[in-house]
């Protein structure tokens, strides 16, 4: 996109860091700004805040979590891009987010680098900062690579506008972010553990992750190199092998790793922060421009439950923003194992408990009492009284009869719907300031047992399947329920394939938008989303491995050659 939206978001880019700048805008489009210790400061904050666009924001959910295997729309959820429909097109709002976002907030990364040697402090200090610049710009690029395939490779801090641009090789882009990754890494703290590292700053322990899950997509890609799964295997490995010793590890309960004020335990490589502390990467959570910086993961996956006997919207509940639901697949499938396994009953809420003060809508006993009625229930009484079970999905059939008498809205799978299904709940936030408020939780975007599943992935792909079950059996004997025996979750040789490889990474990632990058990378996207998202399966297309190039960057390159468009787009 060379330099084409520079003029102005060069401005957007910085102005959320301090009142000063957003009141005198000019200054903020000299190169020299980033020279000042000030500037420079301000300017890595920028950086940081850039990523609350992605991680927490409505577009990136969009377009890793619904149209693939394990979500699909919900009632008031993206259609276009969850059916592959024919509105699905190069003007798409998400797919422009994305790319705008992330040119704006790469260029912010290129005045730093570019000018960081004018700036004047401790070398070490300035070193470490780069570090944390080039671990971000890289992080950029790899989600637009993800999207988009080849783009357009900026360098170097873009000050005016331009009317041309051209897209690198796949490779070239790869190359880049490897570069910046293992700059990175020789040169950053070891990990969120090491002393004087804040909350959400990058780390070794990060970059090496993200390493890792770049030689394994570029493995993917046709961009590829013979080393790329050894590699990626190393680097996993290497992270896993060390992990103790620079405080890190997997926490003994799945269920802990998403709990409210814990986003900083020894699982997290790094994450986002949304918050109105400046020494966390951020003045504030109003977006930029028009992008939405929110964190609204918090209703993405709240159901219709307030519309429910006996139900009205809460804090603990939250927002029902209905966005997307689970497939039955996930549900039904993934997560068969509901007994021993306890990630299904700690990933999704499946019971709401009656919380309308007011009585006059509970649902009463008919008369005649159904069969099979509880014992205690009496014709023209209420079913349930305040606190009680209101709502409860058990995850396994239930025939008709027992759903008419039962207390409660019994939902089986057969009973999911659009506007009431399981809900995911890793984001949930019931400590926010309004009830309809988004989350100022910090978004755990990298965590060490992803790690084992980019080892375990890159182990089966080089033809290693012992090491490639020994990682899984080490992430699967964790999530075991409390009072079941461990090796119960074991696998063999025998069970594993890429398939129930990219089933563990539901299991354990499910909602944390890499989904879609993942079937992408494993060729699988349109087998699978044909197999298990039956709203999309008509649609999809050859074509929908990548996103289009945004329909703005293409109206805006008008000097030199037209800028290329994805295949089929």
Sequence with gaps: MKRIIFFFTIIMALSGCSKFLVEDPKATLVPDFFSTTQGFQQGVDAAYAGMRNFWGAQDLFTMTCIGTDEFMRGIDGNSD???YSSNYTSTNGSVANIWKAAYTFINTCNGLIDNAAKVDLPQA???KLIGEVKFLRANYYFILVQFYGGVTLNKDFQATPTTSATRSSLADMYDFIIEDLKAAIAILPASPKSTGVLPGKATAAAAKHVLAKVYLARAGSAAKKPDDYHNAYLTA???ISGSASIGLGLLPDFGKVFAEGNEDNAEVLWSVQHTSNLAYNGPNNSGISNFSADNVLNHMWVPQYEKQPGMVRSMDYGRPYIRCIPTRWLTDTVYKEKVIDSRYSKTFQTVWYANNPDPKGYPVWPNPLPAGAPAGAVSGQPKFAFGDTAIYMPGVDASDAQIKAAKYLLMPPRKYANNLSPAMKKYFDTKRANLNDPSVRPVIVFRLAETYLVAAEA?????????AVK??????????ATGANPQL???TAADISLNFILDERSRELCGEMVRWWDLVRTGKLLERVRL???EAAPNIIDKHILRPIPQAQIDATITGDPYPQNPGW
Excluded: C, Q, S, W
Excluded at 471 to 480: D, F, K, T
């Design 81 to 83: 891009i969850n059916l």
């Design 237 to 239: 490995t290497d992270l």
């Design 125 to 127: 200090a300035k070193d």
């Design 459 to 467: 182990a089966f792909m080089d033809g290693d399947v012992p090491n």
């Design 489 to 491: 979750m074991d696998i």
């Design 532 to 534: 298990h998202n039956p």
């Design 471 to 480: 990682y899984l059996n080490l992430l699967r004997e964790r999530a075991a």
